[in-house]
């Protein structure tokens, strides 16, 4: 059975670590340095490595399989759980210089729990290391922060994603168009593992064949470039009716929300950089096919400059309500009502 991508491509070695730089930097001195914390917090948004760092480091500090213990907080998180391992980081390794424990998720914690372990990282034992990882670290006491070295990881930007989509699709033999690669990035909603699993279903659903872009949207939930166009078609025409109807299919297939406005939002700025001479053609075809291209360039030399700054910025106050309205495309709708009634 083929591993699954996020699996088969983790990394294992620091050198193969994306876009946390500086943490791996720090960590790589104390090693060379053998200057070794008794405890760490991983913090940062989920999928952007702070596991997968954390098994390196272990692994880097000459902890073998036997002594590394990884534990979901969320799942152990009762005083009980904390009062058995405060008992089990009391023996040697097996055959290790240390024993590693990684909490993940580590502020599912309850009150009694923190306070249990608070007394393990006042006086932990020699040979053991703690690797705390959180998503949420406010909810981590500062009584435990000030036990730890403390660490960050980025979220990669969309960007950075695209071209992690692109180098893992070329590993796999993949086939797969920029703007391809562009839709499975912003659904990877900044994070390394979701980026890939979108990949994955990408992949299964190519058969070894090369998807055009719309195919790939439909798979991944995204609207399809003709349901984007329409709603700029809608403001450079004036023809509301249009775009409504764009929207409302949208919605009717299932559509993000979000992805939808946000692609919205991109392409009228393309827009905007074209008819001031703002974006070169080789960042165009980074981000976009030849026929979106092409239809970008027509509404930018429209005369009537309708599709302006006035009505990039009504869809732009969309994005603030966008995730939290009763009715999902209402944001959208309003805009592009706004953007034709001119208020």
Same mark, same amino acid.
């Given at each position: 059975m083929e591993l699954a991508l996020y699996r088969k491509h983790r990394p294992t070695k620091f050198i193969e670590v994306l876009g946390q730089e500086d943490v791996v930097n720090i960590l790589l001195r104390s090693i060379e340095k053998k200057s070794i914390s008794h405890a760490y917090l991983f913090s940062g948004s989920r999928g952007t490595g702070k596991t997968t760092v954390a098994r390196i480091f272990a692994a880097e500090i000459g902890c073998k399989p036997a002594d590394l213990y990884e534990i979901d907080g969320a799942s152990n998180r009762k005083i009980e759980d904390i009062r058995e391992l405060r008992e089990a980081v009391q023996t040697m390794p097996f055959e290790s210089p240390y024993k590693v424990y990684i909490i993940d998720e580590v502020h599912m914690l309850t009150k009694e729990a923190w306070n249990a372990l608070l007394k393990t990282l006042? #006086?932990?034992? #020699?040979?053991?290391?703690?690797?705390?990882?959180?998503?949420? !670290?406010?909810?981590?006491?500062?009584?435990? /922060?000030?036990?730890?070295?403390?660490?960050?990881?980025?979220?990669?930007?969309?960007?950075?994603?695209?071209?992690?989509?692109?180098?893992?699709? !070329?590993?796999?033999?993949?086939?797969?168009?920029?703007?391809s690669a562009d839709i499975i990035a912003l659904f990877g909603d900044g994070s390394y593992r979701d980026t890939l699993s979108i990949l994955e279903k990408v992949l299964v659903a190519s058969k070894g064949e090369e998807l055009s872009v719309d195919d790939v949207s439909r798979i991944v939930g995204a609207p399809t470039h003709d349901l984007v166009e329409r709603v700029l078609q809608s403001v450079a025409s004036q023809e509301i009716a249009g775009g409504l109807t764009a929207i409302s299919k949208a919605h009717t297939d299932n559509v993000s929300m979000p992805v939808y406005l946000r692609l919205i939002i991109e392409r009228m700025r393309s827009v905007l950089l074209l008819r001031?001479?703002?974006?070169?053609?080789?960042?165009?075809?980074?981000?976009?096919?030849?026929? #979106?291209?092409?239809?970008?360039?027509?509404?930018?030399?429209?005369?009537?400059?309708?599709?302006?700054?006035?009505? /990039?910025?009504?869809?732009?106050?969309?994005?603030?309500?966008?995730?939290?309205?009763?009715?999902?495309?209402?944001p959208i709708e309003l805009a592009l009502m706004r953007s034709v009634e001119g208020k």
């Open positions: 006042e #006086e932990p034992p #020699e040979h053991v290391v703690f690797i705390l990882a959180t998503t949420n !670290k406010d909810k981590v006491p500062d009584t435990i /922060l000030s036990r730890c070295q403390t660490f960050t990881f980025n979220s990669p930007s969309l960007e950075d994603l695209k071209k992690f989509v692109l180098d893992t699709a !070329k590993k796999e033999k993949m086939k797969l168009a920029v703007p001031y001479g703002a974006i070169t053609d080789l960042q165009l075809q980074e981000s976009y096919g030849k026929e #979106e291209i092409e239809s970008l360039r027509n509404f930018a030399a429209q005369p009537e400059k309708r599709i302006n700054s006035n009505v /990039l910025g009504y869809f732009l106050e969309a994005t603030e309500v966008i995730g939290h309205s009763v009715v999902a495309p209402l």
